[in-house]
């Protein structure tokens, strides 16, 4: 996500010299990959006599990129350390989930086994572009801690996926020039005129979340008019979240879309809390959870490893981890979370989210329309 985009900027350079730790594909998307991962799971023997086996993994880059805040090496290390001759090799292909996307359609095979980091609009786009589905359906008898997943961030009602984290928009502002924004509607006043930085939600995860969450609070007839209100109150839209949230940090307007977890990143960095605080309109967030799931066509070894990788990822000390690594929330009921994230970390008091069903059909023409009308 674009949060983690930056945290993987702002760390690149130490992660230079820890990089090789960990096995990568830099996303050449030009060079269709003939799969033979499968040929490393199950069928190795090593010299004390157990078969050594390889779990391919692909995810975005910046859940690896920045190793002293990303949770890819505690992850690889831990998982690898927990289970005798396996190995976690990475995978971040360049375009995502779409590499697997194009792949698939075309019957030509990749080389992943499982998918980390799709979220409800990733699950959507790819049923509705394939004919069969990407991934298969989970045997979550075989994931013990699944039964610890929050009820209300699991999206997919043909169960192919497990929810491991979540984020949560909210405002981020700066108090000594602002009041809290409390409501969708003080944003079109006089008093807030000018202080907005949004995403563009053609191109950011977050600002297609807060989009949704206009669209939630005024439907999908009114959600238009409340951003052309915007646009009169000279909302500011660019790109990335990063492009808003540096413009932030350069304290070029006093207010960002960003994430209910921003203290955790503000206070990790020693930057002025004072202008980190976080605004719920409506004493709301939306929720924008990821999740993992296993590619169709995964081999009986392979299946079974990922079910073990999926069920170490949803325990309590790999939720805590990866919460305070990748700046995220828990997906489950029982992580653990240490003082410091806890006490920076806030959830909205009421959670708002369009699950599979709800923009299945919907969400491009949401988007077309805002972006045509709205983004220009």
Known sequence: MDRRRFIAAIGGTAGAGLAGCISRDDGDDSEPTVDDSSD???????????????????TYDSFLDAPSTAPGE???SEFESQHENVTIEWKTPES???????????DVAFDADIYLGLNVDDLIRADDQLDDSLFQELDR????????????????????????????????????????????EQLTQDEFGGTLLAQNAQQSDPGQAFLLWTIHEFGEDGYLEYWRDL?????????????TYSAYLEEERPMVVSYSTDQVFANRDG????????????????????????????DEGTNTLAHEFFDFLLSPEAQGQIAKLNVQFP???????????????????ETVFFDYEELQGNLDGWVEDWAREIAG
């Open 40 to 58: 490393d799971t199950d069928d190795a023997g090593s010299e004390n006599g157990s078969a050594e086996r390889t779990l391919t993994v692909a």
């Open 74 to 76: 505690w992850v690889k």
């Open 271 to 298: 930057n002025d809390m004072s202008r980190h605080q976080l605004g719920f309109l409506e004493d709301q967030g939306y929720a924008n959870p990821e999740a993992m799931a296993v590619f169709a066509g995964a």
């Open 141 to 184: 008898d075989a994931v013990d801690n699944a039964e610890h997943v929050r009820p209300d961030l699991e999206f997919d009602p043909h169960d192919r996926v497990l929810p491991f984290d979540t984020g949560y928009i909210s405002m981020v502002y700066d108090e000594n020039e602002l009041s809290t924004p409390e409501t969708f």
């Open 96 to 106: 995502g989930l779409n590499h697997y996307i194009q792949r698939f359609d075309e």
């Open 331 to 349: 997906a489950t009921d029982n992580a653990d979370l240490d003082d410091e994230y806890t006490e920076f970390a806030q959830e909205p008091p």
């Open 231 to 243: 646009q009169e109150n000279d909302v500011q839209i660019l790109g990335s979240w990063w492009d």
